[in-house]
């Protein structure tokens, strides 16, 4: 949903304290000025660059925690989501990534929604707000896109991603299936069941591997700069 309306149990006698967990330290600055000018109320508890420094620095676990997305330390969205509920506090992804496939993994594994770093300021502390009464909030017509876009559905297993992540590294068959011990017939296995997935979402079918790599980079399934699209 895209805003939120309140339900009263906001102002629940917990009190709201936020934390962050990114990797730019210019973050920091930011999120404490707008907290000081917009929501004084919010008790800022501080920014780690990942989920493990967070959760060691803090004494009282956060009520909200913004999660940007990619870190440094590559650990997976969904993993980092999993850690901080397990440890009691809501997430927000708060990104500048707009990969479907990655926005939706962490959606998945809980988190209640997606500001983008590019909204105002106003629609933070909304969020913020919103995921301390255990409300959902995505901040705008765009986030609303990137959660509720049909490619972010498109399910890979571990083992696909690695076949086509040393595709994307310019490998051969024969290169892979002696890299991951498999044999070659079981690489072209992993592939043509990605080629499928994506086929069923992308609404046409995808034949080709350059084309398939493309698709698994900028939709996120894979870690790979991204080339210029194939002609289809």
Known sequence: MTGYEPTGT????????????DDHPVVRWGLRSCLAELAPDIEWLGLQVDVASLLDSVTTVPSVVLLDIEL????????????????????LLFTQDHRPAVVRRGIEAGALGLVLKEDPET??????RAAHAGESYVSGRLAHQIVND?????????????????L??????????ERLFMSPDTVYTYRKRALQ????QEGHRLTDNSELVWRSVVDGHIEVS??????R
């Open 197 to 200: 997935a994506f086929s069923r």
């Open 10 to 21: 906001e102002h629940a006698a917990e009190p709201l304290r936020l934390a962050a967990v």
């Open 123 to 128: 629609e933070l502390v909304e969020a913020v």
């Open 72 to 91: 440094g330390n590559g650990s997976q969205v969904e993993e980092n989501v999993a850690r901080l509920r397990e440890a009691g506090a809501r997430v």
């Open 150 to 166: 049909p490619r972010g559905r498109v399910r890979l297993s571990e083992r696909q991603r690695e076949v086509l992540g040393l």
């Open 168 to 177: 994307a590294r310019g490998m051969k068959v024969p290169q892979i299936a």
């Open 226 to 231: 991204p080339g210029p699209r194939p002609d």
